[in-house]
C-alpha cells in the first residue's frame, strides 16, 4: 500500500517541479513506481490520475508543439496546485477556524476541518476573537449536502423527486447553482430543465434520495442571479387587511403601510401567493378582515363557507 | 475531506499536506505533529519514514527530501516543490463560505472591522474558483438573542423576554429561566422555566424579540409538568403539502381519520381555520363548534359589508 502512495507522492512531485509538459514515456522512465508491462504502466497512470483528480488535484494535459500532434504530456501548475488567499492575517485565520467550527458534526464538518488542515500550513498564528455570537451552529447531517455541492462545482444535472403542493412527488431535473440555509431550513436553486428557469427546492420536501447525472451540453452560468433577492415592488401584488390593534403579528411584519382606524388597523402586505396568504388570514380567525383584492376576498369567503359545511 | 476517499488515498492527503505544514513549524514535536494531524504517534512515524522514500526524479540524496525524526522532533528539508499549502478543494470552499456566513449574522454591531474581514475571505475564496459560487446561510434567529439564551443556559441565569405566541397571537412579557436550546423540524427552540406560568414552557426563538438578563431566584424552579395533551381527530378532505406539514403528519390518506395530539387548544383551532376546507376536525366536538361558530361569524361579517 505504501508503495502506491509513494508513487503517487512521487508522481506530484515530479509534474509540480517540470516546467514543460512530461510524455508517459518520460514519466515511466523517471518517475519511481511505475513497473511491469507496457500495459501494467499505462493502467497505474491511468489510475493515479483518477486518483490525484479525486484530491482536489488538477493535472494539466497538453503537447510541446501545438501544430503538431504529437504525444500528449501532463504537468500540475503551482499556481492550480497551490492555495492563493493573498496574505493572511491571524484575525482572518481565526475566523475561518470559528467558521469550520459552525459545522460541529454536520454533513460538511470533515471539509471544513480539513479546509482548516491546509490553512494552518501558512504558519499564521491564530488572534483569538471573542464573538458571543459564535454558538450559532449549521445542521444538517444527510450526505445531500455533498451531492448537491459537487454538482455545482461540475455544472452536473441533480435529479429529485419534489413533493409538490398536492403532495404530488414529482421529478425535477435541475443545474444547481446555489446551496443555502434560511431559518433552520437549507435550499438548493437551479436552472429547472424543463421549464429553463431558476426554481429554489426545500430539501425536506425531496422524497428519497437525489442523483447526479451527468450534464454533457455547455451550460451558462445565469449572470443576474442573486440569492435572497427580494421581489422586485413592480412585480408584487399588494393587498388591503384590517388586522384589530394588539393582534396579528405574523402580518403586521409584513407590512409597507398601516392606518389607524382606532379599534383596527389597516395595513397594507405583499401578495406572494393568494394560497399561502389566504392561510395566514383565516389562522387570524376574527382579528383579521380582507379588503381587496377581490380574488382574495373571495378565496377567504369560498375557504370560510366550506368550513362552515363541514364543522356544522 | 470527503468520507469517500479511500484510506490510501487519505494518507496522500496527509503527506501531502505534512510538507508544507513542517516547513513553516520545523522542529516540531512528533507527538505534537500526530495530534495536529488527528494520527497515532506510530501512524505519524510510518508517514514520515514513507514521505522520506520520496523527491524529484533521479532519487539520490540530493533529490530526495531530507527529513530528520529521530530525536523525537521534526525538521524537513529540501522540499521546496511541496512546499505551499495545497489549494481547497470546492467543497471545503463551500463548508467554510457557509460557515463564515453564519458568523458574519451572529457579530455585535461595533465589530464592522470583523465584518470587512470576512467579506473580503469571501471574496478571496469565492475567486479561487471559476465559477460563481452562490452559498448562504441566515441564522434562525438573531445572534443576540441566542447569545443571551446560551449565556443564561451556561450560568443558569434569569431572560425577561418578550415573546411572541403565535397560537394566543399575542406578545408577552415574561420572566424564563432557559434551561436548553435545541432545533426541531427547522426551528430553533428554548425550553425554560417560565416565572409566569410556573411550570417549564418551549418557546420558538425566532419569535422572541427581545431578551435582556435578569435575576431569577432558582429555588422556584422544580421538576413538574402539569399541561395536558389534547387528542384530536382530523380528516384530510384535500390532501396538500401545506396541510402535511402544518400538521407534520407524513402520511395523509385521503379521506381516512388520523388521531394527533397537541398541548395547545388554540393551536388546534387555529390550524384548521388556516386549512379552510381541506381539512375536517372530526373530535373534540367542542373544537369542532368553535370552529363552526367563528366561519359563520367571519362570514357575517362579509355579508354585511
Known amino acids: 500500500m505504501s508503495r502506491k502512495i509513494e508513487r503517487l507522492i512521487n508522481l506530484t512531485i515530479a509534474l509540480l517541479a517540470t516546467t514543460r509538459y512530461l510524455t508517459k514515456t518520460e514519466i515511466f522512465r523517471t518517475v519511481e513506481g511505475y513497473e511491469g508491462s507496457p500495459e501494467t504502466k499505462e493502467r497505474m497512470f491511468e489510475r493515479d490520475k483518477d486518483d490525484l483528480r479525486s484530491l482536489g488535484i488538477s493535472i494539466d494535459v497538453g503537447s510541446f508543439d501545438p501544430l503538431f500532434a504529437d504525444e500528449a504530456g501532463y504537468r500540475i501548475k503551482a499556481e492550480n496546485y497551490q492555495l492563493d488567499l493573498g496574505e493572511i492575517t491571524p484575525t482572518e ?114 422524497q428519497g434520495s437525489l442523483t447526479v447525472r451527468k450534464n454533457k451540453d455547455a451550460f451558462e452560468y445565469p449572470a443576474d442571479f442573486e440569492l435572497n433577492q427580494v421581489d422586485s415592488a413592480a412585480t408584487l401584488r399588494f393587498a388591503i387587511i384590517d388586522v384589530r390593534k394588539g393582534k396579528g403579528h405574523a402580518l403586521r411584519t409584513l407590512a409597507t403601510s398601516v392606518k389607524d382606524l382606532g379599534e383596527w388597523d389597516q395595513i397594507r402586505i405583499p401578495i406572494y401567493t393568494i394560497e399561502y396568504l389566504t392561510a395566514q388570514i383565516l389562522w387570524h380567525g376574527e382579528d383579521v378582515f380582507v379588503h381587496e383584492p377581490a380574488d382574495l376576498r373571495e378565496t377567504v369567503i369560498s375557504q370560510l363557507q366550506e368550513l362552515l359545511i363541514n364543522h356544522e | 475531506m470527503s468520507k469517500n476517499v479511500s484510506a490510501p488515498l487519505l494518507r496522500t492527503a496527509r503527506l501531502l499536506d505534512l510538507v508544507p505544514y513542517l516547513n513553516t513549524h520545523q522542529g516540531i514535536a512528533l507527538k505534537e505533529l500526530a495530534t495536529h494531524f488527528d494520527v497515532t504517534p506510530a501512524q505519524m512515524s510510518a508517514d514520515l519514514t514513507t514521505l522520506w522514500m520520496c523527491g524529484l526524479p533521479g532519487y539520490t540524496p540530493l533529490e ?68 460563481p459560487v452562490k452559498v448562504s446561510a441566515i441564522p434562525a434567529a438573531s445572534g443576540e438573542i441566542t447569545n443571551a439564551i446560551t449565556h443564561a443556559v451556561q450560568t443558569s441565569g434569569g431572560l425577561l423576554i418578550r415573546y411572541h405566541s403565535l397560537y394566543r397571537d399575542e406578545i408577552s412579557e415574561r420572566t424564563v429561566m432557559p434551561i436548553d436550546l435545541y432545533e426541531s423540524s427547522g426551528h430553533q427552540y428554548m425550553k425554560a422555566f417560565c416565572f409566569t406560568a410556573l411550570d417549564y414552557r418551549e418557546f420558538r426563538v425566532d419569535r422572541i424579540d427581545s431578551a435582556k438578563s435578569t435575576l431569577v431566584s432558582t429555588d422556584v424552579v422544580e421538576q413538574k409538568s402539569t399541561q395536558e395533551k389534547i387528542t384530536y381527530s382530523i380528516t384530510a378532505k384535500q390532501p396538500s403539502r401545506d396541510v402535511a406539514e402544518r400538521f407534520a403528519i407524513a402520511d395523509m390518506p385521503a379521506g381516512g381519520s388520523i388521531e394527533l395530539s397537541s398541548y395547545s387548544r388554540q393551536w388546534i383551532e387555529r390550524s384548521v381555520m388556516a386549512s379552510g376546507g381541506a381539512v375536517l376536525l372530526t373530535s373534540p366536538l367542542a373544537i369542532r363548534d368553535e370552529v363552526a361558530k367563528k366561519a359563520q361569524l367571519m362570514l357575517n361579517r362579509y355579508k354585511e359589508a
Open chain 1, 93 to 206: 485565520i481565526s475566523l475561518l477556524s470559528l467558521a469550520a467550527d459552525a459545522w460541529q458534526d454536520a454533513a460538511f464538518a470533515d471539509a471544513a476541518q480539513s479546509a482548516i488542515l491546509k490553512l494552518s500550513s501558512f504558519g499564521v498564528p491564530a488572534d483569538p476573537i471573542d464573538i458571543p455570537g459564535a454558538s450559532q451552529k449549521l445542521s444538517n447531517s444527510s450526505a445531500d449536502l455533498e451531492t448537491i455541492t459537487g454538482a455545482i462545482g461540475t455544472s452536473d444535472l441533480l435529479v429529485f423527486d419534489y413533493l409538490s403542493t398536492d403532495l404530488v412527488a414529482e421529478e425535477r431535473t435541475i443545474i444547481p447553482i446555489a446551496l443555502s440555509n434560511k431559518s433552520g431550513f437549507w435550499y438548493v436553486s437551479g436552472v429547472d430543465n424543463q421549464l429553463q428557469e431558476i426554481r429554489t427546492f426545500r430539501l425536506d420536501r425531496v
Open chain 2, 64 to 131: 530526495l527530501m531530507d527529513l530528520e525524526f529521530e530525536s523525537g522532533y521534526v525538521t524537513i528539508r529540501n522540499a521546496t516543490t511541496l512546499s505551499k499549502p495545497r489549494t481547497i478543494t470546492f467543497q471545503e470552499c463551500v463548508a467554510l463560505l457557509l460557515g463564515l456566513d453564519l458568523i458574519a449574522a451572529s457579530l455585535p454591531d461595533d465589530r464592522h472591522d470583523l465584518l470587512v474581514a470576512i467579506s473580503s475571505l469571501r471574496q478571496r475564496l469565492t475567486d479561487l474558483f471559476g465559477i
